[in-house]
């Protein structure tokens, strides 16, 4: 199978081509004949000319023998021979070779993993305008991987790499301006940053453009448009994207409601194992909205949500255990560190009114998910409930249902939860997020 990556030859004015033709005419020697062949798909002969001038530290022979090597194309696939060839192409100062070799250093491939020496040689080539090792070298100080971590330096790398053209580091410029992370925020220059990387075809800077078309940050808001960018992204198969248009079509936002392609969209992000369109899909099945009702398929989406770390997935299925007479199968303590939607807290709500037996109804509205603070309000409760079993039928507003009556607990759950945001909204909206987590793009390979 022919290789999809581009070889290496150097011209007289120290420009990197990517053919064997050079500004000032066709090249000719063993370097580009080599080229030739492993254009041909002939890579046994392309190391048979490449090696003897790789032995004599020619650096782009060198680098190129490198990639057979770290491939197994007309060679034994050895990742220490290829070490040791971007070595040798690197002291020769091939900003490529530099490149691989940091990213072998990094990912321990036919050497120990050395972040240290990763960054490095991330540096050097860099230090050329590499646009990978650009990118890279700010990923590391981002992270703290191998240097100190530092934001601003990150930003800095990823600007030079993002006005060289490279989508992916325009994608983590925009996001660090949207953020504020090592630059001041600034997500009108977010935007500008995660629409270059979009227009070039990435899904996750799609997918973050369309977030900010959604929520009206940094740009006017646009429901049509934020649509279009999460489907760009999702017919490129991007798993988050997929769940979003899959929401835009169940609610008929930027799009008409469809509820037949919200089913298809979420569909296609469970099979990528996504946890929040497993339980939109779920929450389908179990209403027969858009699919035929299916309760069996509903609590299986629910697990499946619930097995990738969705939090109103976890909370689903222990109240479905509840109803149907079941101890819940997560505890309150995993539910609450997940993600807190309004399905998520009034689950939670639900759940701790059946699983504490809280003694009225009134005392239980009392509790609003919060960690540790809510626990210890429902464990006093139970305390109040141990030392006065009257209390269950006493102090109960007319016409207030008591625990147990699971519709009723749920109306008033997230009642006392809407009106617990209001109290709580003014000055606190938080920080800016961009959905989905994980969009920032991390170490890249030469293509």
Known sequence: MKASFDWKVTCASGAVAIAIACANGAWAG?????????????????????????????????????????????V??????????????????????????????????????????????????AAQDYPLALFNLGVAYSKGRGVEQDLAAAVELYQRAAALGFADAQNNLGLAYVFGDGVPENPTEGAKWLRLA???????????????????????????????????AAEAGYTAAQTEVGWLFELGIGRPKDLQAAAKWYRAAVEQGDGRAAFRLGMMYERGAGVPADPLMADRLYRDGARSGYGPAKARVSLRDI??????????????????????????????FNSYRACTLREALRLEPSGEQSDLVVTAAMESCRRDPSALNRDVPAGTPIVGAMDDVRRAATLAIVEARARRATGNRGRPQVRPPGSVRGLRSPA
Do not use: C, F
């Open 30 to 74: 063993p370097v580009e004949d080599g080229v030739a062949a492993a254009g041909r798909g002939d890579y046994a002969t392309a190391a048979q000319l490449w090696r003897p001038l790789a032995e004599q530290s020619d650096a782009d022979a060198a680098y190129n023998l490198g990639r057979l090597y770290a491939h197994g194309e007309g």
């Open 76 to 125: 034994p696939k050895d990742a220490s021979e290829a070490l040791r060839w971007y070595r040798i192409a690197a002291l020769g100062g091939n900003a490529w070779a530099q490149y691989s070799l940091a990213l072998m250093y990094d990912r321990g491939e036919g050497v120990p993993a050395d972040p240290r020496e990763a960054a490095r040689w991330y540096r050097l080539s």
């Open 198 to 232: 979009a227009e070039q075809g990435l899904p996750q800077a799609q997918t973050s453009l369309a977030t900010l078309y959604r929520d009206g940050q940094g740009i006017p808001k646009n429901a049509e448009e934020a649509a279009r960018w999460y489907l760009a």
């Open 323 to 352: 109803e149907a007479g079941r101890p819940p199968t997560y505890r309150l303590s995993e539910i609450d560190d997940a993600d807190a939607s309004m399905d998520k807290q009034v689950a939670v709500m639900t759940l701790r």
